[in-house]
């Protein structure tokens, strides 16, 4: 059974910056992707940023240039970066982990909320 632990959120001030990190255990397959998504209330939750085992990355256009993410294949973590944040960046982020069979595995999600 594949368990992802999510580092926590917190309140972060417009413009200024987080990283969250998302650990995998407990998986014998292979992992294929890992990325984020995010649901603000009264939303579909949508995709942030996913990357691949061979390192491609892909970003939804409101991230782009300001979120980046990377991964640790060794330690099965995946990193997102997030500067330059906005209220509107305001969610609960989950980490995804989808394995080379397709099976996709979600983490509980972490509160990221950006006010002033």
């Known amino acids: 059974q594949v368990q992802l632990a999510e580092s926590r959120g917190g309140l972060v001030q417009p413009g200024g910056s987080l990283r969250l990190s998302c650990v995998a255990s407990?998986?014998?397959?292979?992992?294929?992707?890992m990325g984020w998504y995010r649901q603000a209330p009264g939303k579909q939750r949508e995709l942030v940023a996913s990357?691949?085992?061979?390192?491609?990355?892909n970003y939804a256009d409101s991230v782009k240039g300001r979120f980046t993410i990377s991964r640790d294949i060794g330690k099965n973590t995946v990193y997102l970066q997030m500067n330059s944040l906005k209220p509107d960046d305001t969610a609960v982020y989950y980490c995804?982990?989808?394995?080379?069979?397709?099976?996709?595995?979600w983490g509980q999600g972490t509160q990221v909320t950006v006010s002033s």
């Open positions: 990357i691949t085992s061979g390192g491609s990355t």
């Open positions: 995804k982990l989808t394995t080379d069979g397709g099976w996709p595995y």
């Open positions: 407990g998986s014998s397959s292979r992992v294929n992707v």
